[in-house]
T-cell receptor, first 112, second 112 residues
Framework: GQQLNQSPQSMFIQEGEDVSMNCTSSSIFNTWLWYKQDPGEGPVLLIALYKAGELTSNGRLTAQFGITRKDSFLNISASIPSDVGIYFCAGYSGGGADGLTFGKGTHLIIQP | DSGVTQTPKHLITATGQRVTLRCSPRSGDLSVYWYQQSLDQGLQFLIHYYNGEERAKGNILERFSAQQFPDLHSELNLSSLELGDSALYFC???????????FGEGSRLTVL
């Protein structure tokens, strides 16, 4: 089946730093999505990308849909304490039946 | 608040037992997806229902089953429980063909 390779697995940063994480796939996706999960909560949709090359922002978050349709990245600028959590990339092939394929997550930790 | 409601939030049971997890999708969403999240496996797709009918199966064990009722709520039944079934179980709903899924807060199952 399809697999997503998400990196890095974890990040230890200082407040105010910029963050970058990415996801690659062996298969093409029609949609790339980024979710954030806080402890004890369900994943929350941050950004959805629908077109190869698309660059989309949501506040301090920026994500891009790779030209090959096999990769995506997420940047967070000027990190703040509430950015702590696990970020998941997800790919959607279209057709609706199988839902999303998820990466294993990037655990973001902000050091005081 | 995603609009997706899951009950119970926590469940502790013994090996060999059977449990039922319940999900109410967002108003207007016909699709319900079930995912399992464990520490070493990330978010794994289990099964998808659309308007009462099963649309796709993922890595769902034969001991597990699901259904979607006419009012669109869904139930995930887990039987002959094993220690390894301990995990977070998420329900998600969304508009089919966009790839955007909205997750409930999950049901944490602990099998002792």
């Amino acid at each position: 089946g399809q697999q997503l390779n998400q990196s890095p697995q974890s990040m230890f940063i200082q407040e105010g730093e910029d963050v970058s994480m990415n996801c690659t796939s062996s298969s093409i996706f029609n949609t790339w999505l980024w979710y954030k999960q806080d402890p004890g909560e369900g994943p929350v949709l941050l950004i959805a990308l629908y077109k190869a090359g698309e660059l989309t922002s949501n506040g301090r978050l920026t994500a891009q849909f790779g030209i090959t349709r096999k990769d995506s990245f997420l940047n967070i600028s000027a990190s703040i304490p509430s950015d702590v959590g696990i970020y998941f990339c997800a790919g959607y092939s279209g057709g609706g039946a199988d839902g999303l394929t998820f990466g294993k997550g990037t655990h973001l930790i902000i050091q005081p | 608040d995603s609009g997706v409601t899951q009950t119970p939030k926590h469940l502790i049971t013994a090996t060999g037992q059977r449990v039922t997890l319940r999900c109410s999708p967002r108003s207007g969403d016909l699709s319900v997806y079930w995912y399992q999240q464990s520490l070493d496996q990330g978010l794994q797709f289990l099964i998808h229902y659309y308007n009462g009918e099963e649309r796709a199966k993922g890595n769902i064990l034969e001991r597990f089953s699901a259904q979607q009722f006419p009012d669109l709520h869904s139930e995930l039944n887990l039987s002959s429980l094993e220690l390894g079934d301990s995990a977070l179980y998420f329900c998600a709903s969304g508009i089919t063909n966009t790839g955007e899924l909205f997750f409930g807060e999950g049901s944490r199952l602990t099998v002792l």
